[in-house]
């Protein structure tokens, strides 16, 4: 029998070269990284297989990869989104790493997650980036984006993320294979965290080395302004989604402040004079707060409609098979 959640991760038993481990790395144009990320990770990971998703790549990443000794596949579809919905489909392991290509995250650390992984019987472990090149290794309105979004999401979702667009992420096979997928670009870390704190998976966040892109390396494929209006609005439509109740009641809200503001003035001007001369004005203002009753009702009703979502979601979770790290690699 497995030991409970519990139980303090240096007391279980575990075996990294026990465990059958993908490496999965996006890329998109990054032949001058590509070569040392997979060589690092073949070095931090010699058990582990690497496979290598070339994203419409207009360089020689994809042979450069293969020359690396990465299993190379593509996905045609451009977005991180995609490539991630692909990789999820195609691969097959009991543990997932997920790194970007560009060379910004040490294979070091690799271990390290996947040790907290499997010690803690987690199924999500999120290396929160820690900047070691002595300068910002990434755009200031990249940090303050990243700052503002994971207030949000902590705010509407709950845990305790601080860094959730970490493109360095391990994942259990539990998770990966109940995960949708339905991004199409840099969304996908938003979607992934938001699926561990709906079905409240065990998580956990540990800080990870980063530091700049090589020199003379592709440049970063975000947008400031644009991809971060993508991650705006993924985030809204996944709180109607999971959340319809907290996100038709803020609409109603609105709603019926608009209706009690108009309506004030209206019924002060009938408590001094008894009379209602603006009809309209009180027909518009039932009209919203007839309008937030409906909406209200409609997010009860989503509501009892996510939670059986949830439940089916969880269901299939726990269908697909765990990982006991004590098995030998005979064993699985």
Same mark, same amino acid.
């Given at each position: ?59 020689? /990443? #994809?042979?450069?990869? *293969?020359? !690396? +000794? ?10 991180? @989104? ?125 800080? /990870? #080395?980063?530091?700049? *892109?090589? !020199? +003379? ?10 991809? @971060? ?104």
């Amino acid at each position: 029998m497995q030991p409970p959640a519990t139980v303090p991760h240096e007391m279980l038993q575990y075996d990294i070269n026990a465990v059958d481990i993908a490496v999965l790395v996006p890329c998109h144009n990054e032949e001058t990284a590509i070569a040392k990320v997979v060589g690092d990770f073949r070095g931090a990971l010699p058990s582990a297989r690497i496979y290598v998703y070339d994203n419409r790549s207009t360089d020689a /990443t #994809a042979d450069v990869a *293969r020359a !690396a +000794g990465a299993h190379v596949r593509h996905e045609p579809q451009k977005g991180k @989104g995609h490539v991630v919905r692909r990789m999820f489909a195609d691969v097959d392991a009991d543990v997932y790493v997920l790194v970007d290509g560009d060379d910004t995250y040490s294979a070091d650390d690799a271990p390290t997650l996947i040790e907290r992984l499997l010690a803690a019987q987690l199924d999500m472990v999120n290396g929160r980036r820690e900047d070691t090149s002595g300068i910002h290794a990434y755009p200031s309105g990249h940090r303050i984006g990243n700052a503002l979004f994971n207030r949000i999401v902590k705010m509407l979702f709950g845990g305790s993320f601080d860094d959730i667009f970490s493109g360095y992420k391990v994942l259990s096979r539990r998770f990966v294979k109940s995960f949708p997928a339905l991004s199409r670009e840099f969304e996908i870390e938003t979607e992934l965290t938001v699926h561990a704190l709906t079905l409240r998976l065990p998580v956990a966040e540990i800080p /990870t #080395a980063y530091r700049e *892109r090589p !020199a +003379g390396s592709s440049q970063s494929k975000l947008r400031t302004y644009r991809d @971060g209006l993508h991650i705006l609005t993924a985030i809204i439509v996944l709180l109607k989604e999971e959340r319809p109740l907290v996100f038709y009641t803020m609409i109603a809200a609105v709603f019926a402040a608009a209706s009690v503001f108009i309506f004030i003035p209206v019924l002060s001007e009938y408590l001094n004079t008894g009379l209602v001369p603006r009809f309209p004005t009180v027909i518009f203002s039932s009209a919203l707060m007839l309008a937030a009753f409906i909406t209200f009702t409609n997010g009860l009703i989503l509501s009892s409609v996510s939670r059986g979502r949830w439940e089916m979601r969880r269901i299939f979770y726990l269908n697909t098979s765990s990982l006991d790290p004590r098995r030998s690699r005979d064993d699985l």
